[in-house]
């Protein structure tokens, strides 16, 4: 049986969003990734290990190298996901605010 990781779970961890953070921006290697935390290399290698499973992270090898790099259209999926939510909140923030400046003004 072949069981996929949940994604959310995988960015529930601090240190793999950290990751994730370290290589949006540009391919690193596995070295590279933990050279930024201070934790074994191994257990940098299973969150790697983890985000790649997930399919947030994807990886290239170049001659002895394997770059890790972010796999934008995942990432998309999350924030897809996310985003019915952030504008539920928007709003409701937004209305709340509304009636704190109705209630300031009749003070």
């Known amino acids: 049986m ?3 990781r949940d994604v ?3 960015i529930a961890d601090p240190t ?3 990751i994730l953070l370290l290589v949006a921006s540009q391919s690193l290697t596995a070295g ?3 050279s930024n935390f201070h934790t074994a ?3 940098v290698s299973k969150h790697l290990q983890i985000l790649t499973e997930c399919e947030l992270l994807k ?3 170049s001659g002895r190298e394997i770059y890790y790099h972010i796999n934008a259209k995942q990432m ?3 924030a897809d996901f996310i985003e019915p939510f952030r504008k539920m909140w928007d709003e409701r923030f937004n209305k709340l ?3 704190m400046k109705k209630y300031k003004s009749k003070k």
């Open 8 to 10: 959310f779970q995988a």
């Open 76 to 78: 998309k999926e999350i």
């Open 97 to 99: 605010e509304t009636i």
């Open 16 to 18: 793999r969003r950290a």
């Open 41 to 43: 290399r191994p257990t």
């Open 2 to 4: 072949n069981l996929r």
């Open 59 to 61: 990886q290239k090898q």
């Open 32 to 34: 590279a990734i933990a």
